[in-house]
């Protein structure tokens, strides 16, 4: 499968981005997929993700915030962050993963396929 991320740009604190992960391939309804992000200088971590029935986890530092949600149809999941911080600036990537487990994946590892990242960027 491949991954395209997308919706990234520019916006205050407090402010509101929506992004895409679109998926090409025919079975993307049996892919877990998940956001991760990367800040300059920083490791990547995990943000958030969704498993192929729709069971959803958030970092901490994102839940009441963020929403992840998917739909298959369209072979797509979005990404709604609300009340952005300058501490989400960074890049984001969509990755997706056969769906083996009925649990949420959070690690990078666990994903196969990996979309090129979309720039966030929050001023303050």
């Known amino acids: 499968v491949q991954l395209q991320a997308s919706g990234g740009g520019l916006v205050q604190a407090g402010g509101s981005l929506r992004l895409s992960c679109a998926a090409s391939?025919?079975?993307?309804?049996?892919?877990?997929v998940g956001w991760f992000r990367q800040a300059p200088g920083k490791e990547r971590e995990y943000v958030t993700s969704i498993t192929s029935s729709g069971i959803t986890g958030y970092a901490d530092s994102v839940k009441g915030r963020f929403t992840i949600s998917r739909n298959n149809a369209k072979k797509t999941v979005y990404l709604q962050m609300n009340s952005l911080k300058p501490e989400d600036t960074a890049v984001y990537y969509c990755a997706a993963a056969w769906s083996r487990y009925e649990r949420v994946l959070f690690t990078a590892n666990e994903y196969e396929y990996w979309g090129r990242g979309t720039q966030v960027t929050v001023s303050s």
């Open positions: 391939g025919r079975t993307f309804s049996n892919y877990d």
